[in-house]
């Protein structure tokens, strides 16, 4: 049973344009959603999170929408540049009541053409 | 400061040998994780230290594995009896929940192949 859902296994965008990465969870527990990226043979590097108690944040290129109601998260990269192609993960954590291991989705890999 | 490290970065090895996976966290941080990804899968938890102490081994796939946490520092998974499933790439995180956060910080990972 996959809690946490990223439903497209690649994304492919022009650079220069947005690029929009989704995400979408069950567990109605989680309270604090993340972005990992992560490049071949290397370990996630933490983009952007983003607490329950709001619906956007905001780090320079990238914006994070949270729709509580939907159970529905996205990444906003604009504008997208060559090196933001790597595989994104989406994680959750507080369905364990604190001793939060992080759940996470399979993964979207963004490509983006030049 | 430095990040968090772990060693080996790959480890080959046969099917029925015991393993030893070290982790290094970032200093100063209380929390630690390991996590594995297997091929074409999600990150999946396997258990979590806060200081040296492990209130969630729920993750951890069976009785073959087990993890320690000394000093509040470094950690090891061990996992005994490997088995050809059990290859994987071993991720270890930490980070600051003493401060209210919860963002981990990943290494890069040890890449066990089971032969």
């Known amino acids: 049973d996959q809690q946490v859902k990223q439903n497209s296994p690649s994304l492919s965008v022009q650079e220069g344009r947005i690029s929009i990465l989704n995400c979408d969870y069950t567990?109605?527990?989680?309270?604090?959603f993340l972005w990992y990226k992560k490049y071949p043979a290397e370990g996630p590097t933490f983009l952007i999170s983003?607490?329950?108690?709001?619906d956007k944040n905001e780090d320079g290129r990238f914006t994070v929408f949270l729709n509580k109601s939907a159970k529905h998260l996205s990444l906003h990269i604009v504008p997208s540049q060559p090196g933001d192609s790597a595989v994104y993960f989406c994680?959750?954590?507080?369905?364990?009541?604190?001793?939060?291991?992080?759940?996470f989705g399979k993964g979207t890999h963004l490509i983006i053409q030049p | 400061g430095a990040g968090v490290s772990q060693s080996p970065s790959n480890k080959v090895t046969e099917k029925g040998k015991d393993v030893e996976l070290r982790c290094d966290p970032i200093?100063?941080?209380?929390?630690l994780y390991w996590y594995r990804q297997s091929l074409g899968q999600g990150l999946e938890f396997l258990i979590y230290?806060?200081?040296?102490?492990?209130?969630?081994k729920s993750g951890l796939p069976s009785d073959r594995f087990s993890a320690e946490r000394t000093g509040g520092s470094v950690s090891t998974l061990t996992i005994q009896r490997t088995q050809q499933e059990d290859s994987a790439v071993y991720l270890c995180?930490?980070?600051?929940?003493?401060?209210?956060?919860?963002?981990?910080?990943f290494g890069p990972g040890t890449r066990l192949t089971v032969l």
């Open positions: 995180a930490s980070s600051d929940k003493l401060a209210g956060t919860d963002t981990q910080y």
């Open positions: 567990n109605s527990m989680f309270d604090y």
């Open positions: 983003i607490s329950s108690i709001k």
């Open positions: 994680a959750a954590s507080g369905a364990r009541g604190g001793a939060d291991g992080l759940t």
């Open positions: 200093s100063g941080h209380t929390a």
């Open positions: 230290f806060q200081g040296n102490s492990a209130p969630d």
